[in-house]
């Protein structure tokens, strides 16, 4: 059974830092790509950040400078710095091929506020 398990949500402040990471389990990931997506009240779910199989790496305009992803074997990370109440969302982990094959996670809230 495939699963994406994301965590290191919570409620920070504005200018604060988190780390999001995103375990996955039940079959080899090296062949996949990874990504980040996050999804506000209302809005649709937009690409974060993507890292390759091979450490390339895509940042969305929003957040580049502030976020980093990496990862690790099965696992996937997001750098969070200098965090905006404009970054409040749930975020999702995604596993992905361009063969189509794909996998999501549950989610984890963000929410940045004083």
């Known amino acids: 059974q495939v699963q994406l398990v994301e965590s290191g949500g919570g409620l920070v402040q504005p200018g604060g830092s988190l780390m999001l990471s995103c375990i996955a389990s039940?079959?080899?990931?090296?062949?996949?790509?990874m990504a980040w997506y996050r999804q506000a009240p209302g809005k649709q779910r937009d690409l974060v950040a993507a890292i390759g199989s091979g450490g390339d790496t895509n940042v969305a305009e929003a957040v580049k400078g502030r976020f980093t992803i990496s990862r690790d074997n099965n696992a996937v990370y997001l750098q969070m710095n200098s965090l905006k109440p404009e970054d409040t969302a749930v975020y999702y982990c995604k596993a992905f091929r361009y063969d189509g094959d794909y996998y999501w996670g549950q989610g984890t809230q963000v929410t940045v506020s004083s």
């Open positions: 039940g079959k080899t990931f090296t062949t996949y790509a």
